[in-house]
């Protein structure tokens, strides 16, 4: 048990990663309806605004445009809109720390990726 909330370091721990079986909100009958899929959706989240971003993988719905000239990406997240516009700027924000080496990359994945070789 935590001292401060009384509930077992368990459930909080649950309930951070969105699988707590009080979830606020859950995707199943809003995303089924609102999008007409035969199945159910079992995607679960304790925060109203995750639930918010997940239901645009289902709806299509994308916000978040590039600005640059020419460009017609749109995106579900804002997050991804950041990344897609580092290859417009040529910025590579992660670099691999080993002695010697130069690699750069616009996303932490791929240089993760780079460190496994």
Do not use: M, W
């Amino acid at each position: 048990r935590t001292a401060a909330s009384g509930r077992t370091r368990a459930t909080s721990q649950r309930a951070f990663t969105g699988l707590c079986r009080r979830a606020i909100s859950r995707c199943t009958s809003a995303c089924a309806a609102a999008s007409g899929l035969t199945r159910d959706c079992e995607h679960r989240t304790v925060r109203a605004r995750d639930l918010k971003a997940h239901k645009r993988t289902h709806n299509g719905e994308r916000s978040y445009t590039c600005d640059e000239p020419d460009c017609e990406y749109r995106a579900t997240q804002a997050s991804d809109l950041k990344r897609h516009k580092r290859a417009h700027s040529g910025e590579r924000p992660y670099v691999c720390d080993e002695p010697g080496c130069t690699y750069k990359a616009t996303q932490g994945s791929s240089l993760k990726r780079h460190k496994r070789t």
